[in-house]
């Protein structure tokens, strides 16, 4: 179930809100939404509201030569 990933703050494929994602990766979120439109950063839509996958927001990072380590909020 969707929303028992989100609640699991252990897991690399744990679901982040738009909020916690322009927060891990300090960007605006008018850029995460380009990156969505732009087919950078794959989500899903659930009841209306967008979701990423932690595993993709890192994915991103390491693409962009960010290190991981010091955006890591845990």
Known sequence: MLLLAHERDDSLDRWLDSLEVYQLLHISPRTLHTMRDNGEL??????????YKRSEADALMIRNGINLNVYSHG
């Open 42 to 51: 794959p989500f899903s839509k659930f009841e209306g509201k967008i979701w």
